[in-house]
């Protein structure tokens, strides 16, 4: 039986597709396990660019030049000739043509090299998968996207919003708890997008209704949603999130914290669009986590928009903020545009991210003294240590006999500016 391992990168999107992959090879007669395989599919992620990506394939093929490779996910055109000029005998298959994994895997290990790359608009639900956690299922409920950020190179690769049937999602959630699930999580590149290309109307909040309606518990996380598409919806939502089921995180990126700057990026809202988002969950749900992301140096950027965006993080004080410097992706409108000289780039993230640590650590501390329910859903790094979620989703490390899925009343003794850290009560 030919082995077969994975090395996934990316969001939750890509982990789900390489559970989905795994599935698909298994029910193939392939054997998928962590190390000591024939072939590694390298399930790659190029919305930040080709370089980690490359990097990623490079390493596998030194540690292990006899391997077979597969390189699988968001393939952009600009990688392609990279990729030949490392491996001519790697193969490719993209992120809308999962369902062939087990025959590009047979073609790979008979010398055969495949190429598909075509763009195909399928469900990527109810399908069989090997879950990488066994307590978190992750579940997605749409492909592409419907922006077109100046700076983004996801529409040209994942292409076109197409959404999944919400019979089939909800379906695939059941499944997920069937097998121990105690958290579910809804990802796609956009959340607040989902149905939108069928009519124009949004249906993210009956979808979540639907999904919470299941008469089973556990947890529910919401992934990444543009402001433009939840502001639309947002009375609506903030009542959705009040459900007790419902982890109480919202990931919103800002991207940037000038008006100017978003119109450029074609962001389709304003900052006074975002601050009231922010401003309106927060006044219903005042221990809500919100979650940003914010590109440093974008194209012309101009240091009093760069300390636009430094100021919108001291105003709101993310719980999170994701920071990327920016990189221009070949094939995108602002790759044209007069980039930031590097030492900027530099500059700026570096305080950016230390206004940003001082204020995530004061946020964490407000924690230390109260008490809440985590489910553990990691392994922690340390002997005997387990990362868990409190209903908020921030992490909390506990220490003791414990196992994934268990939940426990703890109690917050202290806080780093990354975790809580919590004993049990």
Known sequence: MVKVSFTTQGCSSNMRESELMA?????????????????EVINICTVKGDNTALREIRKVQK???????????????????????????ISLINTHNLGKISAVVENSMNGTVLE??????????????????????????LNGCNYFCTFCSTKLIKGKLFSYPMDAIRNDVKEHLKSGCKEIWI??????????????????VELLDNVLSIPMDFMLRVGMMNPGNTITVLDELIEVYKNPKMFRFLHIPVQAGNNEVLKQM????????????????????PDITISTDIIVGFPAETEEQFQDSLN?????????????????????????????????LKE?????????????????????????????????TLEGSWIGRNECYRPVIVKGDYKLGDILDVEIFDATKFDLRGKEC
């Open 23 to 39: 599935g698909l090879l298994d029910k193939s007669g392939y054997e998928v396990v962590e190390t000591g395989s024939e072939v």
């Open 63 to 89: 540690i292990f030049p006899e391997k077979k490779i597969v390189v699988a996910g968001c393939i952009s055109d600009s990688i392609i000739p990279k990729i030949r000029e490392l491996n001519n005998k």
């Open 116 to 141: 598909i790359l075509d763009k195909k608009y399928e469900s990527k639900v109810e399908l069989p998968s090997i879950r990488k956690n066994p307590v978190i299922g992750i579940v997605p409920i």
């Open 187 to 204: 990802t796609s590149n956009d959340t607040g997008a989902y149905m939108v290309e069928q009519g124009g109307n949004q249906k993210i």
């Open 266 to 285: 074609n962001r389709r809202y304003s900052v006074e669009d975002f601050i009231k988002i922010v401003e309106e969950f927060r006044k219903e749900i």
């Open 312 to 344: 919108l993080i001291k105003k709101i004080r993310f719980d999170t903020v994701n920071i990327s410097r920016y990189a221009a992706r070949e094939g995108t409108i602002s790759a044209k545009m007069n980039q930031i000289p590097p030492e900027i």
């Open 348 to 380: 700026r993230s570096r305080e950016m991210t230390k206004v940003f640590y001082g204020i995530m650590l004061e946020n964490n501390m407000t924690w230390i003294g109260k008490k809440c329910k985590v489910i553990i859903d990691e392994i922690g």
